[in-house]
């Protein structure tokens, strides 16, 4: 039986071959079908997606420019440099301008040492330069006022013209000219309270004021210099002044 079968099978094979070598014709062989599920047919037809832009925030509107903090005034320059001074903060008044005033940072604050406060008043104001009237209290209780004029540029002193107001029981101020050299002064009697300049050139030029005669022990401040301009304020409050290695002359 399993014999026959392979027989039949082996004829239905023939067949196809013997008919197209008898009749002459074309062999054609079927090209192969392919079957799309229902499930790719499904996947190819949804519709594409189109994602929605975004909308975009407004448009920042451009920062600011921060403007210039502006200078001091001039008359604000002038009350800061003497606020700085009674509160003792002479770093602040030397940046404001003692650096102009004075020959080294510590001789500037050695100037004050018998100072406890400056009473500033503004009297006027031209562009600028400062009218001011000064009163100044001192550690023995004593009061000296000055008057006269700041120049003031860039929020810093750059000028001064300041005088002491000498009350009428006190000497006239010394006239303007009038030289010393060396030696040991008595205030309002040999010299008097005012400006003095001097010119170093050679050795060692050096003053000192004094709260008494000893020249060693009642040094209230002093300053000395190998060569250049010096000043030398004289105070009312002072008792002597000594000056050696060079020549003061009075110029206010």
């Known amino acids: 039986m399993r014999r026959a079968r392979l027989l039949v099978a082996a004829a239905g094979l023939a067949l196809p071959l013997a008919i ?40 920042q509107a451009p920062a600011k420019a921060q403007a210039r903090p502006q200078p001091m005034s001039a008359a604000a320059t002038v009350r800061a440099y003497f606020a700085a001074i009674n509160a003792k903060d002479y770093r602040t008044a030397w940046n404001l301008g003692g650096n102009n005033f004075d020959s080294s940072y510590e ?7 018998d100072t406890e406060q400056d009473a500033v008043t503004i009297l006027n104001v031209a ?3 400062v009218t001011i009237k000064l009163a ?7 009061v000296t006022t000055y008057a006269g004029t700041y120049t003031v540029r860039h929020a810093k002193l ?56 000893d020249t060693h022990n009642d040094i209230i401040t002093n300053d000395m210099k190998e060569s250049g301009t ?8 002072d008792k002597y002044i000594e000056i050696v290695g060079t ?4 110029v206010g």
Not at 107 to 113: E, Q, R
Request: aromatic content about 8%; hydrophobic content about 30%; glycine content about 12%.
């Open 230 to 237: 010096m000043y030398l304020r004289v105070r009312s409050t």
């Open 127 to 129: 562009g600028p330069v």
């Open 20 to 59: 197209g070598a008898c009749g002459g014709g074309k062999v054609t062989t079927a090209e192969p079908t392919t079957t799309t599920s229902p499930q790719a047919t499904a996947q190819k037809r949804q519709p594409s997606v189109t994602q929605k832009q975004q909308p975009r925030g407004k448009p």
């Open 107 to 113: 001789h500037f604050v050695a100037a004050f040492s």
């Open 247 to 250: 020549t003061f002359t009075s």
């Open 158 to 213: 750059v000028d001064a013209n300041i005088k002491e107001t000498t009350p009428s029981n006190q000497p006239a101020p010394q006239a303007t000219g009038k030289t010393f050299g060396d030696g040991v002064y008595r205030v309002g009697v040999d010299i008097q309270p005012g400006l003095y300049k001097a010119t170093v050139t050679s050795g060692m030029g050096y003053w000192a004021r004094l709260s008494g005669p």
């Open 136 to 142: 100044a209290v001192h550690t023995n209780g004593d």
